[in-house]
């Protein structure tokens, strides 16, 4: 028997045990009421000063403030808070994360995770491309039927190929390899939900946190907090020669995705690319090999999130919100993906930061360092029937970024941006994009955000944001 698993198991067991307690008594119990007596008047002697001593804090515990963003209407968010005692995880890796979010079961009963109130705490470092064993998985060790990347260019290279759809043996040995790694990689989290990491190290690497009910049963209730998230990233991206007029290698995996659920708070998280950074990829048929789709991804009606204190660095498309122009998801996205962002760090991303459709998005008190990215499309992607109201953000650029390009327009007619500074000037950028633009955007939006806890001054955004956002020592 190995006595070194068993004494880890019970550190762990404890540790959740430790946890659970003080979420617990975070509400104290009242105290009896007693009939007063009287006494004989006393002279008071002054009480010795004494320091406060505070309690712990525990990530794992908190539910959203009240008026904190969207995520806060209603009965606002709280994701496990109410856990049960056998709810409480300590995870540390990907075999023991999915079986937290299965009521403790590996593997799953099903691709239906677990609706119960759990609180999951995330120790060190998750890698999801392992075996059952922890062991490291490759992309050599994810694909198959003959499928190498060598044989996948040279089939579809467009001047033999051409310009259509690609086809054929290979391709279906490319999507059988990319079935292969989903199964490794998608970690799908049900409602009622905390995720957080324990201090300042907790990592989860190449995983896609996917969030996702249904159009009739929508999930709710998560809250995904102090986690660096890095690389998800896709072994096998298609080619598809009509994308465009070039051509582009398209990839699946986002960070984490949110469709049809509604109350989620994603808070003091980093997100970024490092062993799969787009700088380190080849390319083919003078294209980039794109291994990333999005780190935060809100589409499929999803609603109600709140975005706070992260930080999103080293990335090409970073937040879409919105699923697409036309068809179903449209008409189930009118009315949905109200989100708010605020107090998030955006350094060296390339676009969609974020780009929005339909939604009401609220976005104040971020910071955009684009400094030498030369991969650089726009921040704000103004999309149909978009509403976004944007206040007081900072952005710092170097001379190659144009006023005209923070603003990108997606067939949008509207936007309200208030207090924008850019490298310490107070900058109108609305109407540097409209001077530069034949399509204009109105400076309007037909909502106001109410659920707000402080909108601070422009002037103080670099030094709360760099100090605060990203995972926390607790």
């Known amino acids: 028997m190995n006595h070194a698993l068993i004494c880890r198991a019970m550190f762990g067991l404890a540790l959740a045990a430790v946890l659970l307690a003080a979420c617990v008594q975070a509400t104290p119990a009242p105290a009896p009421t007693v009939a007063p007596t009287t006494a004989p008047p006393v002279a008071p002697t002054p009480a010795p ?64 995770p677990s609706n119960a109130a759990k609180i999951v ?29 060598q044989a996948y260019v040279t089939a579809f290279d467009p001047a033999t190929w051409g310009r259509k759809a690609v086809t054929g043996t290979l391709e279906t040995a490319r999507v ?23 201090g300042q190290k907790a990592t989860i690497r190449g995983a896609w946190f996917d969030v996702r009910g249904t159009a009739t049963a929508a999930l709710s209730n998560i809250i995904i907090r102090n986690i660096t998230f890095q690389d998800a990233s896709d072994c096998f991206p298609q ?15 986002d960070a984490i995705s949110l469709r049809y659920v509604d109350h989620v708070w994603v808070d003091h998280n980093t997100f970024e690319d490092r062993d799969t950074a787009d700088s380190k990829a080849p390319t083919y048929f003078g ?53 708010t962002l605020h107090h998030n760090l955006f350094d060296n991303t390339g676009q969609r930061t974020p780009r ?57 007619t509207a936007i309200h941006v208030a207090g924008t500074r850019v490298n310490d000037k107070d900058v109108d950028i609305l109407a540097a994009h409209n001077a530069a633009n034949d399509t204009k955007i109105a400076a309007k939006a037909d909502w106001k955000p109410v659920l707000v806890v402080k909108v601070e001054p422009v002037e103080s955004v670099i030094s709360t944001v760099e100090s605060g956002a990203g995972p926390i020592n607790w």
């Open 49 to 112: 000063t004494v320091a406060p001593t505070a309690a712990k804090r525990d990530l794992g515990c908190e539910k959203l403030a009240a008026n904190d963003g969207w995520a806060a209407q209603g009965d606002g968010t709280s994701g496990g808070a109410a856990a049960a005692a056998d709810q409480v995880y300590t995870v540390r890796n990907r075999k023991e994360l999915i079986a937290a979010l299965n009521d403790g079961k590996y593997p799953p009963p099903s691709t239906t």
């Open 121 to 149: 705490y995330v120790d060190g470092t998750i890698d999801a491309n392992v075996d059952d064993n922890n062991k490291p998985l490759t992309c050599q060790d994810y694909a198959r039927d003959g499928y190498t990347i």
């Open 176 to 198: 059988n390899s990319q079935r292969v790694q989903d199964e490794r990689v998608r970690i799908r989290v049900g409602s009622n939900t905390t995720i957080v990491g324990l």
């Open 239 to 253: 080619w598809d020669p009509t994308d465009g007029a070039e051509g582009n290698w398209n990839s699946l995996y």
């Open 287 to 339: 294209r980039h090999f794109e291994m990333h789709d999005g780190t935060l991804d809100i589409t499929n009606a999803a609603d109600l999130v709140t975005v706070s204190w992260n930080r999103f660095q080293n990335h090409d498309k970073t937040m879409l919100i919105g699923s697409s122009d036309t068809g179903a998801t449209a008409t189930g996205d009118r009315g949905k993906l109200r989100v």
């Open 356 to 412: 929005v459709r339909f939604g009401q998005v609220h976005i104040y008190n971020n910071y955009y360092k684009i400094v030498n990215n030369p991969t650089f499309g726009y921040s704000w992607g103004v999309g149909v029937e978009s509403q976004i109201y944007a206040e007081n953000n900072y952005f710092k650029t170097d001379d190659k970024v144009a006023l005209a390009k923070i603003i990108g327009n997606y067939k949008g």
